[in-house]
């Protein structure tokens, strides 16, 4: 969540953020979605670090009860999570 408002605000051009969760008896779903704006990114911060780290967590916590998507779709990043509960 903290990556969506990190790169998906812009001081001068409309923003989407967008957050999503809901459950089944066995299942928790969640997605994120924002518009990317490229030139609010650091070159160092390129490196994909927060995204390892939350897919370690996730193996860590739930082996084999995640599935963890991220892509980029016409100018937006999605994020789509579900673990099994």
């Known amino acids: ?6 790169y998906g605000l812009h ?3 409309a ?8 459950s089944s008896p066995n299942n928790l779903y969640f997605e994120s979605r924002n518009y990317i704006f490229r030139e609010s990114r ?3 911060e ?6 390892a780290n939350v ?3 996730l193996a860590l916590y739930y082996p084999d009860q995640h599935g963890l998507t991220t892509v980029e779709v016409t100018g937006e990043f ?3 999570l579900k673990i099994q509960v």
């Open 55 to 57: 897919r370690q967590q």
């Open 42 to 44: 650091d070159s160092d």
């Open 11 to 13: 001081a001068h051009l």
């Open 46 to 51: 390129e490196s994909g670090i927060g995204l």
């Open 78 to 80: 999605i994020v789509t």
């Open 1 to 6: 969540m903290e990556n969506t408002f990190k």
């Open 15 to 22: 923003s989407l953020i967008q957050f999503t969760l809901h």
